[in-house]
């Protein structure tokens, strides 16, 4: 019989209770229940026969849920799975461990597309516009050799027979299938055949943590075979709906509040607070949970769900330890589609570090960051794109030891969640130990250069959380300043120091986001470090100091192991909308829609106001590639320079041995030695030198990496400008903003 259809039994079953004892496991979270009676938390509804109008949305209506189904993710998971089962390309690649240096061979220049603030040609779809042999000409001649599409698959959610839109950008996804907006995947096929043809590769996304509000979450609510495993769900009896507050009518579901979150924990139906709130705002978001309308299932019985979502309430989170395994085999599904249907290469994994949570001991929190099945579903994430050939990278901003362990087993690299408030910090002051602090954290932590992703500007708000210093070491001691701060002050004053430098009153045009950030573009952020307050204030003569320090922060991202990616945004210097041009995005707290005008690449439609989603067109300080790439002064064929550098010598690759002292304030030295080797057999020494300030300076340069006697060569021109003395240190000067990439050379034997 289909388990959708009712039956006239009533399924009853007395639930037990059982007090347990509480204690606390080796790594100091807490154990579970010594004893647990699985039968005891097992409990069935009563079932009955209805009939319903075929027109209605609802679990009763065969026609609906079939409607449902066929535009599920896990259907499609279901079908690809056994299409590829028993395949010999499963077994052709080694896939245990990540392997960084293999992932940056296959691409480490990468442009990070954000698909609905894309300026295409009149009638040109997104991919289409990504398929642009043009376009991927202009990014060759720069040194792009990667291309991030961003989300395009279908996104948002479906109430009744209609589709809603999209919460959170595309990451809250409801089908495998690429969303009409951006196209359709006989184009995706096309621009991976293009980016070929010029040396690149095309990265998908996949979102291992949760989905939108589609078929599966819907199918789920309606109780329909093993769809609820897929979602951290739990169905509240009728007896406790009194604890549930009313869902209005215009509405499916609203966040719980802290009393009703920490009532029902304390009945055993969810296990209540978690670490931290993401995305925590008053009246809209003051818990991880939130409650559906009453919903009829298939088999007639009305329910109400508490389900989790770590992000908004439009993002139900993924279950991954479900008996039915059903929230893995989406994922699963989903990420094997990106890879053999549409032919990328990488994927990214999106807010992967929340895969796992456990309740903990009477009055603490949840485990939910840094849990061993967050480790576990990576690694099999991971390891199945690795078997088919691809690599992962991950968007993970926790601790670095939480980085570190996850990248052990997980995706191949990391976003560099660790250094970039910091050298934002760095432009912002006028001060680099911050940076150099978060440099030598990562190395002595076990973190290298060569696993992170190194960005500029993308999708999101410039991140401050700083989560490595303000949760797991809030305690520990820092010397700063001539002091010693623990983790916590630590990041409380450098959270502080960015939001006064570049939000009003310094500068009206970033904004906060929540707790997380500052909403910005990497030029406009520029521009309030120079001292412009409002976006008027910026004038064609400004533009040439914005570009030199945008080069000098590309420089740093370019100019070490590692991928380097940049954005649209970053390539025209497009600057944050004024927020009553997004102030309907804006409206629930959301900001970070300012930093995402839309831009136009090439220069197609300059008289086009809007991409074809609808957000309004940034201004850009820079121009479009093709006018840029005609002027050797443009930031286009600037950066063009700091990646053929970037390639000679092989930096992507390279091991970084140093990061020493400095004689200036605003100086940062990197001491890299790259997989090249000299003639004596030793692999070459290069360095990395910024000055992140506005002024010119004069300082001493000294590490103990760098070889005696060695001379010291300006890769821009091969001249030779010191040598290393037996203090082993050379003299430099460099400019305001200045950068330079220098090559040791040994003295002969």
């Given at each position: 019989m289909d388990e959708s259809e009712t039956t006239d039994a009533e399924i009853t079953e007395q639930a037990e209770t059982e007090a347990t004892t509480i204690t606390y496991d080796e790594q100091l979270y807490p154990a579970r229940p010594r004893r647990l009676r699985p039968r005891a938390n097992l409990r069935g509804g009563s079932i009955r026969r209805t009939v319903s109008d075929p027109r209605a949305a609802n679990g009763l209506n065969p026609a609906y849920v079939q409607w449902l189904v066929r535009q599920s993710m896990l259907k499609d998971a279901d079908v690809l799975s056994r299409q590829l089962s028993g395949s010999p390309s499963m077994w052709r690649n080694p896939y245990a461990r990540p392997d960084a240096r293999r992932a940056v061979a296959t691409s480490d220049v990468w442009f990070t597309a954000y698909p609905i603030s894309l300026i295409t040609r009149q009638d040109q779809s997104f991919l289409a516009a990504l398929a642009d042999p043009e376009l991927w000409a202009a990014f060759q001649r720069i040194g792009i050799n990667g291309v991030h599409t961003g989300p395009v698959k279908l996104a948002g959610g479906i109430r009744g027979w209609q589709e809603t839109p999209s919460v959170d950008g595309h990451f809250d996804r409801i089908g495998t299938q690429i969303d009409p907006i951006f196209g359709d995947e006989e184009t995706f096929q096309r621009m991976t055949d293009v980016a070929e043809e010029h040396g690149g590769v095309v990265i998908d996304d996949i979102v291992p943590g949760h989905t939108g509000k589609g078929a599966d979450f819907r199918l789920a609510e309606m109780a329909y075979k093993d769809y609820p495993g897929i979602y951290h769900m739990v169905e509240i009896p009728p007896e406790e709906w009194h604890l549930l507050p009313e869902v209005p009518d215009h509405r499916d579901s609203v966040n719980l509040d802290a009393a009703t979150e920490a009532a029902l924990a304390e009945r055993g139906y969810i296990i209540g607070e978690l670490q931290r709130v993401i995305f925590y705002a008053p009246g809209v978001k003051e818990t991880n949970w939130s409650v559906t309308a009453p919903v009829i299932g298939v088999d007639g019985v009305t329910r109400r769900w508490v389900y989790l979502h770590y992000f908004k309430e439009g993002q139900p989170s993924v279950n991954w330890l479900d008996p039915t395994f059903s929230g893995m085999r989406l994922v699963i599904g989903d990420a094997l589609h990106s890879l053999g249907d549409l032919g990328t290469s990488a994927l990214r994994l999106d807010a992967n570090g929340f895969l796992g949570?456990?309740?903990?001991?009477?009055?603490?929190?949840?485990?939910?960051?840094?849990?061993?099945?967050?480790?576990?579903?990576?690694?099999?994430?991971?390891?199945?794109?690795?078997?088919?050939?691809?690599?992962?990278?991950?968007?993970?901003?926790?601790?670095?030891?939480?980085?570190r362990d996850t990248g052990a087993v997980g995706a191949d690299l990391s976003y560099d969640f660790i250094n970039r408030p910091a050298y934002h910090h760095a432009l912002a002051t006028g001060d680099t130990e911050f940076l150099r602090l978060t440099l030598r954290t990562s190395l002595e932590l076990g973190v290298e250069p060569v696993s992170l992703v190194h960005g500029l500007q993308n999708h999101d708000e410039l991140t401050y959380e700083l989560v490595h210093w303000a949760t797991l070491h809030k305690n520990d001691l820092y010397p700063f300043r001539y002091q010693e701060l623990t983790g916590g002050e630590l990041a409380e004053l450098i959270r502080s120091e960015l939001v006064e430098a570049l939000t009003a009153p310094s500068a009206d045009f970033n904004l906060v986001f929540t707790t997380n950030g500052i909403a910005c573009t990497t030029a406009s952020l520029i521009a309030a470090t120079q001292g412009h307050a409002t976006l008027d204030s910026i004038t064609e003569a400004d533009v040439p100091a914005i570009r030199d320090a945008h080069l000098l922060l590309a420089a740093f991202n370019a100019w070490q192991p590692g991928v380097f990616a940049l954005s649209g945004w970053d390539l025209l210097g497009a600057l944050t909308l004024p927020r009553a041009e997004v102030a309907d995005l804006i409206a629930d707290g959301d900001t970070r829609w300012i930093e995402r005008g839309a831009h136009d690449l090439l220069g197609v439609a300059p008289d086009q106001e809007r991409s074809a989603y609808g957000m309004p067109r940034a201004r850009s300080l820079y121009g479009p590639l093709t006018e840029q790439l005609q002027r050797p002064d443009s930031f286009a064929s600037g950066l063009g320079d700091l990646l053929r550098i970037r390639s000679k010598y092989g930096i992507a690759s390279a091991r970084q041995v140093d990061v020493p002292d400095v004689a200036h304030p605003g100086m940062l030295v990197l001491v890299h030695e790259l997989e090249s080797l000299d003639e004596q057999g030793l692999p070459i020494v290069q360095l990395t030198v910024l000055n992140l300030s506005a002024e010119a300076m004069d300082g001493t340069v000294r590490s103990d990496a760098m070889p005696l006697g060695a001379a010291v060569v300006d890769a821009g021109d091969d001249t030779e400008i010191a040598t290393v003395d037996n203090l082993s240190s050379f003299p430099l000067s460099i400019g305001p903003y200045g950068v330079r990439f220098l090559i040791l050379r040994r003295p002969a034997p």
């Amino acid at each position: 019989m289909d388990e959708s259809e009712t039956t006239d039994a009533e399924i009853t079953e007395q639930a037990e209770t059982e007090a347990t004892t509480i204690t606390y496991d080796e790594q100091l979270y807490p154990a579970r229940p010594r004893r647990l009676r699985p039968r005891a938390n097992l409990r069935g509804g009563s079932i009955r026969r209805t009939v319903s109008d075929p027109r209605a949305a609802n679990g009763l209506n065969p026609a609906y849920v079939q409607w449902l189904v066929r535009q599920s993710m896990l259907k499609d998971a279901d079908v690809l799975s056994r299409q590829l089962s028993g395949s010999p390309s499963m077994w052709r690649n080694p896939y245990a461990r990540p392997d960084a240096r293999r992932a940056v061979a296959t691409s480490d220049v990468w442009f990070t597309a954000y698909p609905i603030s894309l300026i295409t040609r009149q009638d040109q779809s997104f991919l289409a516009a990504l398929a642009d042999p043009e376009l991927w000409a202009a990014f060759q001649r720069i040194g792009i050799n990667g291309v991030h599409t961003g989300p395009v698959k279908l996104a948002g959610g479906i109430r009744g027979w209609q589709e809603t839109p999209s919460v959170d950008g595309h990451f809250d996804r409801i089908g495998t299938q690429i969303d009409p907006i951006f196209g359709d995947e006989e184009t995706f096929q096309r621009m991976t055949d293009v980016a070929e043809e010029h040396g690149g590769v095309v990265i998908d996304d996949i979102v291992p943590g949760h989905t939108g509000k589609g078929a599966d979450f819907r199918l789920a609510e309606m109780a329909y075979k093993d769809y609820p495993g897929i979602y951290h769900m739990v169905e509240i009896p009728p007896e406790e709906w009194h604890l549930l507050p009313e869902v209005p009518d215009h509405r499916d579901s609203v966040n719980l509040d802290a009393a009703t979150e920490a009532a029902l924990a304390e009945r055993g139906y969810i296990i209540g607070e978690l670490q931290r709130v993401i995305f925590y705002a008053p009246g809209v978001k003051e818990t991880n949970w939130s409650v559906t309308a009453p919903v009829i299932g298939v088999d007639g019985v009305t329910r109400r769900w508490v389900y989790l979502h770590y992000f908004k309430e439009g993002q139900p989170s993924v279950n991954w330890l479900d008996p039915t395994f059903s929230g893995m085999r989406l994922v699963i599904g989903d990420a094997l589609h990106s890879l053999g249907d549409l032919g990328t290469s990488a994927l990214r994994l999106d807010a992967n570090g929340f895969l796992g949570v456990e309740k903990s001991a009477e009055g603490l929190p949840a485990w939910s960051e840094g849990h061993p099945l967050s480790h576990a579903a990576n690694h099999v994430i991971a390891g199945m794109v690795r078997k088919v050939g691809g690599f992962t990278f991950q968007e993970l901003n926790l601790t670095v030891e939480d980085i570190r362990d996850t990248g052990a087993v997980g995706a191949d690299l990391s976003y560099d969640f660790i250094n970039r408030p910091a050298y934002h910090h760095a432009l912002a002051t006028g001060d680099t130990e911050f940076l150099r602090l978060t440099l030598r954290t990562s190395l002595e932590l076990g973190v290298e250069p060569v696993s992170l992703v190194h960005g500029l500007q993308n999708h999101d708000e410039l991140t401050y959380e700083l989560v490595h210093w303000a949760t797991l070491h809030k305690n520990d001691l820092y010397p700063f300043r001539y002091q010693e701060l623990t983790g916590g002050e630590l990041a409380e004053l450098i959270r502080s120091e960015l939001v006064e430098a570049l939000t009003a009153p310094s500068a009206d045009f970033n904004l906060v986001f929540t707790t997380n950030g500052i909403a910005c573009t990497t030029a406009s952020l520029i521009a309030a470090t120079q001292g412009h307050a409002t976006l008027d204030s910026i004038t064609e003569a400004d533009v040439p100091a914005i570009r030199d320090a945008h080069l000098l922060l590309a420089a740093f991202n370019a100019w070490q192991p590692g991928v380097f990616a940049l954005s649209g945004w970053d390539l025209l210097g497009a600057l944050t909308l004024p927020r009553a041009e997004v102030a309907d995005l804006i409206a629930d707290g959301d900001t970070r829609w300012i930093e995402r005008g839309a831009h136009d690449l090439l220069g197609v439609a300059p008289d086009q106001e809007r991409s074809a989603y609808g957000m309004p067109r940034a201004r850009s300080l820079y121009g479009p590639l093709t006018e840029q790439l005609q002027r050797p002064d443009s930031f286009a064929s600037g950066l063009g320079d700091l990646l053929r550098i970037r390639s000679k010598y092989g930096i992507a690759s390279a091991r970084q041995v140093d990061v020493p002292d400095v004689a200036h304030p605003g100086m940062l030295v990197l001491v890299h030695e790259l997989e090249s080797l000299d003639e004596q057999g030793l692999p070459i020494v290069q360095l990395t030198v910024l000055n992140l300030s506005a002024e010119a300076m004069d300082g001493t340069v000294r590490s103990d990496a760098m070889p005696l006697g060695a001379a010291v060569v300006d890769a821009g021109d091969d001249t030779e400008i010191a040598t290393v003395d037996n203090l082993s240190s050379f003299p430099l000067s460099i400019g305001p903003y200045g950068v330079r990439f220098l090559i040791l050379r040994r003295p002969a034997p």
